[in-house]
């Protein structure tokens, strides 16, 4: 009881001190509260650098210029590059493209003069391009890559089933062009193999044959690039070739025999050979772009009996591939020099195709080009001829010859514009979400715009988010997709149309920004 007692007066006295504090009016014993927290500021992104040089491209069908879905796969010396990255710096060797545009850059510090480009499409010869990257880095490179459908006139194809057992067949595989132009025959018993040899497991197997009549252009056209003679003074001119490929249902291809097979193509009498001449074989990786030179030969033989303007010209071989017939000729040593008059070359630059039975390129003219601009072209014979076309890259046509023409040296060109153009200024903001007046220009973002179906075109930033539209058809309406970039990649990728009418265009696009304490905040800027 006692302890209960001390413990009640205890609680009583310190409830005395407490009241007693709290009736007080002693200004000294003031309490002055803590001032309220600085208001939080939105602070806009840091404003993304431009994009650096790119190399931009379209895989388009060389009758219609119409883009083409396809896949692109890059090549330094028959090895998948490492160089080629994308503009987020990843290395992709290989671009599966819907609309047939390609973009991409080098590695920093790489140093690449040129990469192979295999290009295949569904319903179209498979094709290699050496693409240039001399000028890279000075600014973009633009390159346009034509197939050729297998249903052109001037190509022929074929593809037929056969069936096989423990790696190959009792019966020959043949497979024959309509015409003759061009078969395959694979000796019963044949061992078929991969690449690295090994004996194929499928049950069956589909063997199919390319070629095209070199006599034309459309046939010369479906040869790979980068055939070279070795010799600074001459040049590789193909006069006949075919694409033979098989693949077996596990879709293995097959590319080695365990014995040689015989392939016959044809061979244009307006060519110049007669029966018994021999001539160099050539054959392509069509999954490299490497090319080889064979041992083998190619022996004309007796003229085809259902189509006399060709002979039957041979070869044996054990593997598959892309096979080309050629000749030497001497070189264009001052090679094509196009001397521009008439109308301005537009800013989007220009297409130069040059088009023959010796064989087919397409040269990018430069925007500023002159009336005395010149672009070369040292890949062609002394002796060439040819057609050529001047379109823009969505095949506008702005000079076609009358007929073929010599090309090698001076060739005059007078442009005449088409088409009414019309350039414009596409500009893109970023907006706070969280203070709509807080904002920065979109800069450093990848922006394309094209007419469907057509080639498109990458649009360059000043740095502060303005896009230069250039060279669109008046009254026309054009696709625009943009890739965001840095600082500001979180926003989704953005894809809308805009129509060529010389108005200028704006975009707002918007985000969550960085919130500070402190500041007076404020719209962004570079």
């Known amino acids: 009881m006692l302890t209960n007692k001390k413990s009640l007066l205890a609680l009583s006295v ?31 992104p840091e404003a993304p650098a431009e994009i650096s040089a790119v190399v931009f491209g379209s895989v388009v069908d060389r009758a219609t210029t119409d883009v083409v879905s396809s896949e692109v796969s890059f ?66 490179v633009e390159v346009q890559l034509p197939l050729t459908s297998v249903t052109s006139e001037g190509v022929a194809a074929v593809s037929k089933d056969s069936e096989i057992s423990g790696g190959s067949s009792a019966d020959d595989i043949t497979a024959s062009v309509e015409g003759d132009k061009a078969s395959v025959v694979i000796p019963g018993g ?6 690295d040899g090994n004996i194929v497991t499928g049950n069956s197997v589909n063997l199919s044959v390319i070629t095209g009549d070199t006599s034309t252009s459309t046939g010369a056209a479906i040869t790979p690039e980068g055939l070279e003679s070795g010799d600074a003074d001459t040049i590789v001119t193909p006069v006949t070739v075919a694409s033979v490929n098989m693949v077996d249902n596990n879709g293995v291809k097959i590319k080695k025999f365990s014995q040689p097979i015989n392939v016959n193509m044809a061979l244009p009498v307006s060519k110049g050979f007669v029966t018994g001449d021999e001539l160099t074989l050539s054959s392509q ?19 085809s009996t259902t189509d006399s303007n060709f002979y039957n010209a041979s070869f044996m071989t054990d593997h598959l591939t892309f096979f080309v ?27 130069a195709t040059l088009s023959s039975s010796d064989g087919y390129g397409v040269l990018f003219v430069k925007p500023n080009a002159a009336s005395s601009g010149a672009n070369y072209n040292p890949n062609v014979s002394a002796n060439a001829e040819g057609q050529l076309t001047i379109t823009d890259r969505e095949g506008n046509s702005w000079f076609a010859s009358d007929g073929e023409i010599p090309l090698c040296g001076d060739v005059n060109v007078t442009l005449a514009s088409p ?27 990848l922006v394309k715009y094209s007419r469907t179906g057509k080639a498109s075109k990458v649009a360059k930033g000043d740095g502060a988010g303005n896009y230069a539209l250039n060279d669109m058809i008046d009254g026309e309406t054009y696709n625009v997709t943009v890739k965001y970039k840095g600082s500001l990649a979180d926003i989704a990728d953005a894809a809308f149309t805009v129509t060529a009418d010389g108005e200028n265009e704006t975009r707002t696009e918007s985000l969550e920004c960085d919130t500070t304490t402190g500041g007076t905040g404020g719209t962004g800027g570079n």
């Open 190 to 195: 044949t061992t078929l193999q991969d690449a």
């Open 285 to 303: 990786n069509e999954d490299t772009g490497e090319w080889t030179t064979e041992t083998e030969k190619v022996t004309v033989g007796a003229l």
């Open 75 to 140: 090549f330094e010396n028959g090895e998948a590059s490492t160089n080629v990255v994308d503009v987020d710096g990843n290395v992709t060797s290989s671009v599966v493209s819907e609309d047939g545009s390609f973009t991409f850059q080098l590695k920093e510090g790489a140093s690449v003069s040129q990469v192979t480009a295999v290009v295949t499409a569904s319903g179209y010869v498979t094709k290699s391009f050496v693409i240039d990257l001399s000028d890279f880095g000075d600014g973009d």
């Open 14 to 44: 310190a409830s005395t001190f407490v009241l007693t504090g709290c009736l007080s009016d002693d200004d000294d014993n003031k309490v002055t509260p803590p001032p309220p927290p600085p208001p939080a500021v939105v602070v806009p």
């Open 419 to 445: 088409v009414t153009y019309q350039s414009e200024s596409l500009a893109i903001v970023a907006q706070c979400s969280n203070d709509t007046d807080v904002s920065v220009g979109a800069s450093g973002a």
């Open 325 to 351: 017939a050629s000749q030497e000729e001497a070189r264009c040593t001052d090679g094509v020099r196009l001397l521009f008059s008439g109308d301005d070359v537009p800013a989007g630059g220009l297409y």
